[in-house]
């Protein structure tokens, strides 16, 4: 079954490759979807694909790349809207 969450990561995580490294998280994982900073500092993704593979994703995202430090996490579902790919904007 295929699910979209959408997560807004708050803490440390601009300037720390979070979304390339989410980027290449979620195509090993076959998630579509995308990642983008926002003026407010947080970093925000939507993921899209299987059940499993976008916990994943959550759970990476939750515990960061490297030198990322993700304070807070709110994770929201969505409906998918048929995502092909990963986009970093």
Do not use: C, K, Y
Not at 9 to 26: E, I, N, S
Request: aromatic share 6%; net charge positive; hydrophobic share 45%.
């Amino acid at each position: 079954m295929t699910v979209r969450r959408r997560i807004v990561a708050h803490g440390r995580v601009q300037g720390v490759f979070f979304r390339d490294a989410t980027r290449r998280a979620a195509e090993s994982r076959g998630v579509a979807g995308w990642a983008r900073n926002n003026a407010d500092g947080t970093a925000e993704a939507v993921f899209e694909g299987e059940a499993g593979a976008v916990d994943a994703m959550v759970e990476a995202v939750r515990r960061g790349p490297g030198r990322a430090r993700v304070e807070h996490l709110d994770v929201a579902a969505e409906e998918p809207e048929g995502l092909r790919g990963f986009e970093v904007r």
